[in-house]
Nanobody, 116 residues
């Protein structure tokens, strides 16, 4: 299985971007799908993730709460990240991630650059 991320780019402070991630190949039943990011010189951190179980719901990193929204289409094995009110600190490579009973899968990353 492979994860392909789309939608990164250059945006001004306060702007918006929407990232998408699609799974292809022998796609298992994903329990969680989500996004992580890694800025230069920093560790990879959770941005947001969403469970297939609606009682578990979503989880957001503290720095993006109220600005970013994650959603998924389990039937299509896609996950999206709507990013609003972007800040320079949001500049990073964003990685799609998915977990199933068979293990964890990472996408190749897409660069988001927020200019001030």
């Amino acid at each position: 299985v492979q994860l392909q991320a789309f939608g990164g780019g250059l945006v001004h402070v306060g702007g918006s971007l929407r990232l998408s991630c699609a799974a292809s190949g022998s796609v298992p039943r994903f329990n969680t799908m989500g996004w992580y990011r890694q800025a230069p010189g920093k560790e990879r951190e959770l941005v947001a993730r969403i469970s297939r179980n609606r009682f578990v719901g979503t989880e957001y990193g503290d720095s993006v709460k109220g600005r970013f929204t994650i959603s998924r289409d389990s039937a299509k094995n896609t996950v999206q990240l709507q990013m609003n009110s972007l800040k320079p600190d949001d500049t990073a490579v964003y990685y799609c991630n998915a977990n199933s009973a068979w293990g964890e899968v990472w996408g190749q990353g897409t660069l988001v650059t927020v200019s001030s």
